[in-house]
C-alpha cells in the first residue's frame, strides 16, 4: 500500500526565514562598518536603516503567507515566533546605531565595537542553524554557538558599562553609551531568543 505523506510540500515559508535571517547577517555587517569606519562613511547608517525596513517587510510576508496557508510545514505558531525573533536582531541593531547618531558621540568606544563583532558572530550562526531548519536537520553545533555568544555578550557589555564609571566620563555620556552598549546586547539576546525558538522547533519535529 503507497503510503500518504501529510509532510506539507510549501517551502516558501522556509525561504522567507532564510532570506530574513541571512538580511540580520548583512545588517549586523553593516553595523561593524559603521562602528569601525566612524564617522567617515555616513551612508552605512542609510544602509542599517535600509535593511531594518528589509526585516519588517520579510515578515509581513511571512505572517501574510500564514494567512494565507492552510497547512503550514511546521505549527503555525513557532512559525510566526521565530520571524519575529529574527525582526527583533535588526530592530535592536537599527535603535543602536540610530542611538550613536542621535546622541552625537565623538568617536566609538572600543568594547562598542566588540560588541558588534559578537553581533555579527551571533547572527551567522543564526543564518547557519535557520538554513537547517528545512527537513529539521542538525543544528546543535550553531545553537550551541549561540549560547556561548550570548555569555561573551553580556560579559562585554559588563565589562563596558564598568569602564564607563571609572572612565571619568561627563555624567551625559556615561548614560548616552550605557543606553547604546545595552542595545547592542539585547541584539545578541534577541539572537540567542532565536535559538530557543529554533530548539523548540526541532524538539516539536523529530
Known sequence: MARISLVPQNREFFRLLERASANAVDISRRLVSLLEEFPANGSHLREVKELEHEGDRLTREVVDLLNRTFVTPFDRDDIYLLAGAIDDVCDHIDEAAGNIAGYSVGEIRPKAKEQAQVILRSAEKLNEAVELL???????????????????????NRDAVAELFTSGADPISVIRWKDIHEQLEEAVDACENAADVLEAILVKNR
Open 134 to 156: 528545512e527537513g529539521f536537520k542538525d543544528s546543535s553545533s550553531q545553537l550551541y554557538a549561540l549560547r556561548d555568544l550570548e555569555d561573551e555578550g553580556d560579559r562585554l
